[in-house]
């Protein structure tokens, strides 16, 4: 099992942006997907995006496409999420969720609570 | 897209209850589907992968089956931790997509 860090909660203005990083020590973190999963109060799953860090180009879901920008530094096993022009809509826990061989989302993150409020 | 479906949305049952939840996908995924559990507060966690393959530590009475669109997670013998809400996930494409979930809820 892999363990990932993510960082801390955040509150946000309506239309300003937010990072949410996730790290781990594993070292199997860089070669598979880092997924980017979110769920706003009461609801469900929503996956938004994923990148492997040794080969960047991300996929984001078309959903998110022009305010989600997902990014990785491999050689510091960590993964970024960015998230623009936000609203109160955005408002959600935000994991991170690494692949492995065969499985998906194997490992989580704690989450990170994102608010957004005025 | 590829559009998951799930039912029942929620669903009412007892401990030893044997329990089928179905996914449907808006087209054929071949196997790639996966089942997660979740609980309140928790990060989900990886039940099924594969359709058919129980990940490691799994009890198993928890079992899913289907190919192509229809999918189905069976659990044999309800245990009280097993109520939770359960999602499928579709990894058939590089975009992977959620179900909207069923609350399994003590009857």
């Known amino acids: 099992q892999v363990q990932l860090v993510q960082s801390g909660a955040e509150v946000k203005k309506p239309g300003s942006s937010v990072r949410v990083s996730c790290n781990s020590s594993?070292?199997?973190?860089?070669?598979?997907?880092v997924n980017w999963v979110r769920q706003a109060p009461g609801q469900g799953l929503v996956w938004m995006g994923s990148?492997?860090?040794?080969?960047?180009?991300?996929k984001v879901a078309p959903h998110l496409q022009g305010r989600l920008t997902i990014t990785a530094d491999a050689s510091a096993s960590a993964a970024y999420m960015d998230l623009r022009s936000l609203t109160a809509d955005d408002t959600a826990l935000y994991f991170c969720?690494?692949?492995?061989?065969?499985?998906?989302?194997?490992?989580w993150g704690q989450g990170t609570l994102v608010t957004v409020s005025s | 897209d590829i559009q998951m479906t799930q039912s029942p949305s929620s669903l009412s049952a007892s401990v030893g209850d044997r329990v089928t939840l179905t996914c449907r996908a808006s087209r054929s995924i071949s196997g790639y589907v996966n089942w997660f559990q979740q609980k309140p507060g928790k990060a989900p966690k990886l039940l099924i992968y594969a359709a058919s393959t129980l990940q490691s530590g799994v009890p198993s009475r928890f079992s899913g089956s289907g190919s192509e669109t229809e999918f189905t997670l069976t659990i044999s013998s309800l245990q009280p931790e097993d109520f939770a809400t359960y999602y499928c996930l579709q990894s058939f494409t590089d975009l992977y997509s959620f179900s909207q979930g069923t609350k399994l809820e003590m009857k």
């Open positions: 969720a690494r692949d492995d061989s065969f499985q998906p989302l194997v490992d």
């Open positions: 990148i492997i860090p040794i080969f960047g180009s991300p």
């Open positions: 594993g070292d199997s973190f860089s070669s598979f997907n």
